[in-house]
């Protein structure tokens, strides 16, 4: 005698294969977009790189870094680019305890970094509000008045990236993150968050090495 499957165990096959598919497109969302994303800014931040290249090469009319242009203190270049590196690498800390489980502790580390992104964007607008030179005033401050902004508010939106994640992992029971959830439902969803919060560190992990880069040209030289 053939077997029977009733439309409703159908239905809820059908239903739960769907979940599961638009599950695994989520997950590789988050690797692909973040990956975008950072071919997306590294063409952004290339465009400053050769502008800042071209100028300094050409020097016309010796108007690169004149006598009169004064390049700004190099304590807030060092606080600035600190802040991020270290917030980057106590994320990339935390991304690996709560692999290991420890929401709580990534939960900590996860604050702290956001403490010290936000105290990065805060000293960058102080410096930017207390330059010692005037926008276009030579080659090298065109540049970094062009750079410096756009860095501010990608700086941003990577803390408000990072806060929603925070708000996000409230929700999540710390047990999920040390065995297997009861429902297919939370299972997904403890993945899609850690999938999220992997991609967020490695973008901010190359917006740290961006910031290193550009203080080096700006500020050492």
Known sequence: MAETTSPGNEAATRATEESAFYHEAALNAAWTGSRLAIGAL?????????????????????????????????HYGEAITGLIVVSAVIQTVGLQLIKRGSKSAWFKTALVALVFGLAAVALQIVELLNLPFQPGQSGFASVFVGFYPVALAVWLGAMVWLEILLAQVRKIPDIS?????????????????????????????????????????????
Do not use: C, D, K
């Not at 065995?179 to 999220?196: H, I, K, N």
């Open 42 to 74: 590294s063409f952004l931040f290339g465009a400053f790189a050769f502008a800042y290249f071209y100028l300094f090469s050409s020097n016309g009319h010796g108007m690169w870094l004149p006598s009169s242009t004064r390049i700004p203190s190099n």
């Open 177 to 221: 993150f040390v065995e297997q959830p009861p429902t297919y439902q939370q299972a997904f969803e403890v993945q899609r968050f850690q999938s999220s919060l992997s991609a967020f560190t490695t973008v901010w992990n190359y917006l740290a090495v961006i910031a290193f880069v550009f203080w080096l040209l700006f500020y050492v030289r």
